[in-house]
C-alpha cells in the first residue's frame, strides 16, 4: 500500500507506479485465506474477519480505501427493502424483499423527506469518526468517506423500482419537485462534511442501468446534476476532493459530472474509459475498470488482455488507479483472482 502513490494519482502527479484499489473483494473468504495465510471464513468473528481483510488489502497493494458513510440507514422513515441476493458463501446475506410502503405515484408525489425523515445532530462527528476508524484500519492508503444515497440512489433506496418508474414517467414535472425537496433532506450531509476535515469525498449516485440512463437524460440535467452543483459547493469551497462514482453506463454524463465539479470517477465496465481518458485524463483522476464477467469466466489470456486494455487506457494518464468494476464476487474462481492481481503487479510498472 502506498499513500503516497494514492496522493500522487489524486493530484495528478503520475506516480511512478499504477495504483490500484478493489471493491469487496476483501470478503472472499477463500481468496483472503491464501493471499494472507490467514484461516477465515464468513463465519469467522468479526474481528478476525476485520484483520484478515487489513490484511488482505496490504497485500494486494490497496492505495485508495472506497468508503461512504452514509447510506439507507439515515433514511429513519418509510423506505423500501428490495432484498438482497446471495453474494458471501453460504447465503448469510440473502434477504428477501418486502413489499414497498409507497402503493401509488401519488403517495411519492406526496413524500416529503425533511418532514420524513428530519434533521439529524452530530453528522460531523459522525464522518469524523468514520474517517478516522477507516484511517486506523488501513493508515497507508488514501481513505474516504461520503454518500451512498446522493440523490437517485436515493429515490432508489425510499421508492423502490417499481414505483419510481411509475411515478417518474407518469409525471416527470411532479416528480421532480420530489427531487427538489429530497435535495433540501440531504443537503446538511454534504454541510457536514464541508466542516470536517476529511480531505476526500465518495459521491455515489446509481444514475444508469448498463443500457444507460433509466429516465430521459433531460429530467437528469434539470434535476440531478444542478443538486449536485449545489450538494458539492460547501464542499468544494472548503478544498476537499470529490470522486463520483456510479453504476452501469454513465458516459453521456460525464462532462455533466465533471462541470458539477467532480475531481475523478469511479466506474464499471459499461462506461467508456477510453473516453474519460480523452477528454479528462490530464485533468481528473478515475478508477476502474477491468470487466468482473472476464475474472469469473476468462481464460487466462482473456485475464491478461483486459488488464492490458485497461493499463493501455489509463497507464498515461496521471490520475489512474487500477480497479476491477463493480467489484470481485465471492465466486470468482481464486485461481483467476491471484492471477489478475499476478498481470497487474507486472504492467503496474510505469
Given at each position: ?64 480505501i472506497w468508503s461512504v458513510m452514509v447510506s439507507d440507514n439515515y433514511m429513519h422513515g418509510r423506505k423500501t427493502d428490495m432484498g438482497h441476493a446471495v453474494y458471501a ?15 401509488t405515484p401519488d403517495d411519492v408525489f406526496d413524500f416529503d423527506p425533511m418532514e420524513e425523515y428530519g434533521r439529524l445532530p452530530n453528522l460531523e462527528a459522525e464522518f ?223
Open positions: 500500500m502506498s499513500l503516497q502513490d494514492g496522493w500522487a494519482a489524486l493530484n495528478l502527479e503520475m506516480p511512478k507506479r499504477v495504483p490500484r484499489t478493489e471493491y469487496s473483494v476483501d470478503q472472499h473468504w477463500e481468496l483472503v485465506k491464501v493471499v494472507t495465510g490467514r484461516d477465515v471464513s464468513v463465519h469467522s468473528p468479526d474481528a478476525e474477519k476485520r484483520q484478515a481483510s487489513e490484511a488482505f488489502a496490504k497485500a494486494w497493494n490497496f492505495d485508495y458463501a453460504g447465503g448469510v446475506d440473502r434477504r428477501e424483499a418486502q413489499a414497498s410502503p409507497f402503493v469524523t469518526k468514520a474517517y478516522e476508524n477507516n484511517c486506523r484500519r488501513f493508515p497507508d492508503a488514501v481513505n474516504s468517506s461520503g454518500v451512498y444515497i446522493t440523490m437517485f440512489s436515493g429515490f432508489i433506496a425510499a421508492f423502490g423500482w417499481e414505483m419510481l418508474l411509475l411515478a417518474a414517467g407518469s409525471d416527470p414535472k411532479r416528480f421532480g419537485e420530489v427531487a427538489q425537496r429530497y435535495e433540501a433532506w440531504i443537503q446538511q450531509f454534504f454541510e457536514a462534511f464541508a466542516n470536517t476535515d476529511i480531505p476526500v469525498m465518495m459521491c455515489h449516485d446509481d444514475l444508469c442501468w448498463t443500457s444507460g440512463p433509466v429516465l430521459n437524460p433531460a429530467w437528469y440535467r434539470e434535476y440531478v446534476f444542478p443538486a449536485y452543483k449545489r450538494l458539492w459547493r460547501p464542499v468544494l469551497e472548503s478544498g476537499k476532493k470529490i470522486l463520483f462514482t456510479s453504476d452501469g453506463d454513465y458516459t453521456m454524463f460525464i462532462d455533466d459530472i465533471a462541470a458539477c465539479g467532480a475531481h475523478g470517477f469511479a466506474l464499471e465496465p459499461c462506461t467508456d474509459m477510453q473516453y474519460i481518458a480523452d477528454n479528462f485524463g490530464q485533468t481528473h483522476a478515475f478508477i476502474g475498470n477491468a470487466d468482473t464477467r472476464v475474472l469469473l469466466a476468462g481464460s487466462r489470456d482473456e485475464i491478461r488482455q483486459e488488464v492490458e486494455r485497461c493499463m493501455a487506457i489509463g497507464k498515461h494518464c496521471p490520475g489512474f488507479f487500477m480497479a476491477v468494476g463493480n467489484h470481485i464476487p465471492a465466486n470468482t474462481p481464486v485461481e483467476n483472482a491471484l492471477f489478475y492481481n499476478e498481470v497487474y503487479e507486472e504492467l503496474s510498472q510505469r
